[in-house]
């Protein structure tokens, strides 16, 4: 069975899906763990971003590894460091790159193929998982997903500026949801859970019901 979320960036989209899955057993896949990763991988070699076809080029020769709880890039752990501010801001060029999502799509159907598993992203529902069994489209308001996402980074030890995490998220949404390739939108079969005002337990309970629902249909 495949459970899709998508959502906009900061609805706490990760910590609730990689909970649900443990919580029902099935794998768990963080999409944009991938994006993030092609990224750091670009920055890495100091690549000139506009030399789209190069960046393709990395997401088809990295090797990405999400089967446990870290991610290894090319063998090397880079959980921490594709969290970072740095990184979040150039993941935008992995995330508009036609050959890069090509490349993570085929990946990411690859992975999910005949496994029980949550699957987290933009486009898992809509593009990527378009039969999924379950969908789910989790969001909050701007100022709560942001004030969420201040809390986040000042658990790793990244000191930020409310304000200035809101103007980014914006500009990330404005980015996701209209992007040409794999935009983030809400599939027709999708349920919407509103989080504002839920804790992570609130939410996580909700959503254990609706794929039981599913799971029992
Ligand atoms: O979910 P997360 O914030 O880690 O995603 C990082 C970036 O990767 C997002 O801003 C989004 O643009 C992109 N992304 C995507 N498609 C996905 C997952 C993430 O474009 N399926």
């Not at 990411?108 to 933009?122: H, L, M, N, P, Y």
Request: proline letters at 2%.
């Amino acid at each position: 069975m495949i459970v899709t979320i998508d959502g906009p960036a900061g609805a706490g989209k990760s910590s609730i899906s990689r909970r649900l899955a443990d919580e029902l057993g099935f794998e768990f896949l963080d999409t944009g763990a991938m994006y993030r990763a092609v990224a750091l991988k670009g920055l890495r070699a100091e690549i000139d971003w506009d030399d789209t076809d190069r960046l393709a080029e990395f997401a088809k020769s990295a090797s990405i590894d999400l089967s446990g709880s870290a991610v290894i890039l090319d063998g090397e752990d880079v959980s921490h460091e594709i969290r970072t501010q740095q990184v979040t801001e150039v993941t935008r060029y992995a995330a508009n790159n036609v050959g890069v999502r090509e490349e993570l799509v085929r990946m990411q159907r690859e992975i999910a193929d005949g496994k029980d598993i949550v699957t987290e992203g933009r486009d898992q529902g809509t593009l990527v998982f378009p039969n999924a069994e379950c969908k789910i489209f989790l969001t909050a308001s701007p100022e709560e997903r942001a004030r969420r996402r201040v809390e986040d980074l000042a658990n790793r030890g990244e000191k930020v500026d409310f304000e200035l995490i809101l103007q980014q998220q914006t500009k990330r949404d404005e980015e996701d949801t209209q992007r040409e390739v794999g935009p983030l939108l809400k599939a027709e079969d999708a349920i919407e859970v509103m989080t504002d005002g839920m804790t992570e337990v609130e939410v996580l309970e909700k959503l254990v019901g609706i794929v039981q629902r599913f799971q029992h249909a």
